[in-house]
């Protein structure tokens, strides 16, 4: 029985350009980013446009539906393959017994205490435009906190997921985007002492930014990995 | 160069029962806990008095004093092996660029989002009557979180350390101690809906906690190991 439950886009929903990322390990969908069993969920109607640009209410009853199943099921843990889906954070979590950790955002607070408070962490995000107060809220962050949001809406192949989803993504452009708005954010604000992704799909880029910022960065993967921990799914000794 | 480290008491002023515990992998002070170089820095001074009982104004001086070298050094991050240091945990955090996690407490509020609004995170303390709410404020747990705070102190064998820090411990006696408060904190309060060890002598006993009480347990190891990944240290895939 895999413990941990991902929820993830309808099939045939999901960017061609996240396709192609998909395929990477650390990605959030790769069942190769895991050293446990993971259960892959389709959730039908999630897509870019109802959890992403227009978070969507008959969405969530249907997630809060699927994960009392998965309980029942006996999943001890339920994730998400959108870090967007922070939105639905306080409903999903409320509507089991079981952890539910919809966002990666949610190790801001973690992040945030570590580096003290003359310092912020970085958030780089899918949208930043979509990215709202209600969505920091549903993962405890705080005005206190005053994370420093990237977005990688503006870089033109990693927008092709929003305006030309059928397209393919030319990998060596996408990913030197993402390296840009971590290079860009760090050196437009020096005072960032650490880097939240908030993008599922940015795991496998991690360990390039830690490595070339000097910076801890935490992601989807290593989310996943401290509940793996507290389930025994994964142990250090 | 040890990425990661720990700052630990005083040699000669750890109780003996402690002394004991430290034996078994998993434990925050015994290197077999890692899978990766951590470096032991001894603190002259820190004991069961001045970090517990007595929170010392002159220990957190020696402490930042030590944090500024370790950072010059090269270290990458710095944690402690007493869950009780979270009430230096601003303080600490704020002098030095590198993140510093003083306390297992710092993943209640990740615990906490997990559950959601109506279950709760019980703690398990070496000493609930010295956990003050400087230390749960210190580690951004806020009145709504409402831990429910179960303590070691009142059991007789583990009571050792502070009433005769001389004696040995009945391993058997306290292994049965340390599960019987879990058992009894979640049977009290069925709402748990995980657990968080603030004692960092206690993950040798998290994974027999997790099993027989069918519960996400967080502890020291959880932590120091969500932080590894954020450096690189650990990874998953």
Redesign the interface.
């Known amino acids: 029985m895999e413990k941990i439950a991902i929820l993830r886009w309808e099939s045939g929903h999901v960017p061609q350009g996240l396709m192609q990322l998909e395929q990477l390990?650390?990605n959030s969908t790769n069942p190769?980013?895991?050293?446990f069993p993971v259960k892959l969920v389709e959730v039908k109607g999630a897509n870019t446009d109802t959890v992403i640009l227009h978070p969507s209410q008959k969405l969530l009853e249907d997630m809060i539906q699927l994960a009392k199943e998965l309980e029942k099921e006996g999943v001890?843990?339920i994730t998400t393959s959108c870090g967007f889906n922070a939105i639905f954070?306080?409903a999903l979590?409320?509507?089991v017994?079981i952890?539910?950790?919809t966002s990666s955002l949610?190790?801001v607070?973690?992040?945030?205490?570590?580096?003290?408070?003359?310092?912020a962490v970085g958030v780089i995000t899918a949208s930043a435009s979509s990215l709202s107060e209600k969505h920091l809220r549903a993962?405890?962050i705080t005005d206190e906190m005053h994370p420093i949001v990237m977005g990688l809406e503006n870089a033109p192949e990693w927008s092709k997921i929003f305006d030309h989803p059928d397209d393919s993504f030319d990998m060596d452009l996408v990913t030197e985007e993402i390296l840009n708005v971590a290079r860009q954010g760090v050196k437009d604000h020096p005072e960032i002492?650490?880097i939240v992704l908030e993008c599922t799909d940015l795991p496998p880029f991690?360990?390039r930014i830690?490595?070339e910022l000097d910076i801890?960065?935490?992601d989807f993967?290593?989310m996943?990995?401290?509940?793996?921990?507290?389930?025994?799914l994964?142990?250090?000794?």
Chains 1, 2 share one sequence.
């Not at 509940?227 to 025994?232: D, H, K, R, T």
């Not at 994964?234 to 000794?237: H, I, P, Q, R, S």
């Open positions: 390990p650390g190769a980013s895991y050293p001890r843990a954070q306080e979590a409320n509507a017994k952890p539910v950790f949610l190790q607070p973690f992040a945030q205490a570590l580096v003290g408070r003359d310092r993962c405890g002492g650490a991690a360990r830690r490595e801890p960065v935490f993967n290593s996943i990995g401290h509940v793996a921990m507290a389930l025994s994964v142990k250090l000794y």
